[in-house]
């Protein structure tokens, strides 16, 4: 069957959905048609309808890059202005306006680089959700920081005059000199955890660690931080409960209980005029759906007076920072003033640094098997890694406040819309640095109503603690010793730092900076529930496959007769862009993030006689 260029959509789409007996168009790489397939026949043979090393028509990637790219939009806002609020800057647009740009900007840069230089899977890179913990400490910790620019009243009894004295002290401090001195703060502290975070994956640190640390432990130290994401959410929702239960609930009507039902959306092409495919836009875009009919709400809410007095939830604020916000605006290194260096919150970083590391692993995985493709061999990982350190110290340049990240939401979609190619993830970073480049773009999405925006994170972190809690079908449930380490590693995570909030002074050894690195490392529920678990998981007795570690360690050399159930054969995807000449010198065995030439050339043989074997007899 041959489709036109219109039909060509939909014979796509049609497949996407599962449609029985549709036909399927196989693409070659110049374009020309090969041969037509039934939609069993290609989801039998590897679950997708484009593969890793595809390359779908222009229009095809087009949609499905923009699909991927408005999936996570929401949590770039959300985790933007977690880090305006922890530096003083919620009450600013412009400043909100800049950093949600060059969040985009960086979102962007890192999908690119990941993808083309990285592990080279399909994955999106965005705004690490691991920095909400140290970036909430800094709000509960140190709540009267953002009083410096602020006038102080001292009252004074007068012994003479026998009368109180007000003295009312001025600020030496403007708003915008505050804000900067905080950001400065936060970059040359992530600058420095990018670093850190570059030379885990360059020297091939990640599979040491890899030795130690498993399910058991990263399990509930990431878990801590899906507890601690709740402080934001209640924050942004409880502004207006109504809308943001109702955001909420209409995310989880779309995106679970109408899963199964395919959306009926009329279309027209020349060979079969008029006509109505179904497809799942309303689970794709459950969230965004939900949060477009959230802010609609809040304005007839608005228009009908419902929201006096409460401009957190109207519509008609804030539309003076659109029209003030260029159209186009450029970030660069330096934007909000040259970096500086707190030891508290480096540590906090460098804790969420270690965790983010461990994150991306296991969504690497997660990723390589949704792909139906072998696991990342060492050198991928450790490149994946590096990649990611490299672009969290361009961040912290920027002044982004926070790392970038693998999204295991987006791996999940490639799961659901069966399109795993990396030529939609390439766009999909484009789109994200064209997002990052157009000011108007940002000052829009400031404007969110924070209930709205509250809806949509119950849903999101809840779906995040989901994810994580999945980890456990690597462990050894029915072991007393993995049960006592979860539930003894959460509740030490949730007790310490609850004391260091509840008794400022609790902490006193004669040295406020001492006490300050200290109220910060015990006050990060991530410090204290990752090193237990640690400790714990690698003193008491246990096999490697009770605590899960097998399951997540990958093999340099896949076992006899495994290289046939992968889609791609080989591990060769994960192959740097190189040229052949300079990735066959014998020079590269001891770089951790490339391949060993000879290893490869074992593989590649070995693969060879096994299709060979496979052949039937002549």
Not at 24 to 34: A, F, K, L, R
Not at 187 to 192: A, K
Not at 302 to 320: F, S
Not at 483 to 503: D, F, Q, R
């Amino acid at each position: 069957m041959e489709c036109d260029n219109d039909f060509e959509i939909i014979c796509e789409m049609e497949n996407h959905v599962g449609e029985e007996g549709m036909k399927m168009v196989n693409h070659t790489e110049n374009g020309h048609v090969d041969d037509t397939v039934t939609v069993e026949e290609k989801e039998c043979e590897d679950g997708l309808i484009y593969k890793v090393t595809d390359n779908p028509p222009m229009h095809l990637t087009i949609l499905f890059a923009f699909q991927q790219a408005l999936l996570s939009l929401a949590n770039q806002l959300a985790l933007s202005l977690m880090v305006a609020e922890a530096v003083c800057g919620d009450k600013n647009p412009e400043f909100k306006t800049k950093l949600l740009s060059t969040t985009l900007l960086m979102d962007g840069i890192t999908t690119l680089a990941m993808v083309l230089f990285g592990v080279r899977l399909p994955l999106f890179q965005g705004a690490a959700f691991e920095y909400v913990v140290p970036l909430l400490a800094l709000q509960t910790l140190y709540p009267d920081r953002c009083d410096a620019g602020k006038p102080t009243v001292t009252t004074m009894f007068n012994e003479t005059t026998g009368m109180n004295l007000t003295i009312v002290t001025n600020a030496t401090v403007d708003e915008w000199e505050l804000i900067m001195s905080h950001v400065q703060y936060l970059q040359g502290s992530l600058m420095t955890a990018g670093f850190i975070h570059f030379l885990i994956g360059a020297t091939g640190f990640v599979g040491l660690i890899l030795n130690f640390v498993g399910p058991v432990t990263i399990v509930p130290t990431i878990l801590l931080i899906g507890i601690y994401m709740q402080r934001a959410a209640v924050k942004f929702v409880s502004v207006h409960w109504g809308i943001g239960l109702l955001t909420a609930g209409l995310s989880v009507i779309f995106s679970l209980y109408l899963a199964r039902w395919k959306l009926p959306i009329p279309m027209w092409t020349k060979k079969r005029g008029c006509h109505v495919m179904r497809y799942p836009l309303h689970q794709v875009f459950a969230i965004l759906i939900a949060m477009l009919i959230g802010w609609g709400v809040s304005g007839i809410f608005t228009a009908c007076g419902l929201l006096e007095g409460n401009d957190l939830a109207r519509t008609d604020i804030g539309h003076e920072a659109i029209a003030d916000a260029n159209w186009f605006y450029f970030p660069y290194p330096g934007q909000f003033g040259p970096p500086d260096f707190s030891v508290s919150v480096f540590v906090g970083f460098l804790i969420a640094t270690m965790i983010s590391v461990l994150d991306s692993i296991g969504d690497y995985y997660a990723c390589a098997k949704t792909c139906n493709v072998p696991p990342p061999p060492n050198h991928a990982t450790n490149r994946g890694i590096a990649i990611e350190g490299l672009c969290t110290f361009f961040s912290g340049i920027m002044g982004c406040g926070h790392a970038t990240s693998t999204y295991g939401g987006n791996v999940g979609a490639v799961g659901i819309t069966k399109v795993g190619s990396r030529q939609v993830f390439v766009l999909c970073g484009i789109i994200y640095i064209a997002f990052g480049l157009v000011g108007k773009f940002s000052a829009v999405f400031i404007t969110i109503p924070h209930p709205v925006l509250g809806g949509a994170l119950i849903v999101m972190f809840g779906m995040f603690i989901g994810v994580v809690l999945s980890n456990l079908q690597y462990v050894n449930l029915t072991s007393t010793r993995n049960l006592a380490i979860i539930g003894l590693s959460v509740i030490m995570g949730l007790a310490v730092p609850y004391w260091v909030e509840k008794t400022p002074d609790g902490i006193q050894t004669g040295n406020e900076n001492a006490d300050r690195i200290l109220r910060t490392l015990l006050g990060n529920a991530n410090l204290t529930g990752a090193l237990l678990a640690c400790f714990m998981d690698n003193t008491l007795p246990g096999t490697k496959e009770e605590r899960g570690i097998t399951a997540w360690q990958s093999s340099e050399t896949p076992e006899e007769g495994q290289s046939s159930v992968y889609t791609q054969g080989d591990i060769s995807l994960y192959d740097p862009l190189l040229p052949e000449r300079v990735k066959n010198l014998s020079i590269m065995k001891y770089i951790p993030f490339l391949p060993n030439p000879k290893l490869k050339q074992t593989k590649r043989d070995s693969f060879m006689s096994e299709e060979m074997h496979s052949l039937p007899a002549l």
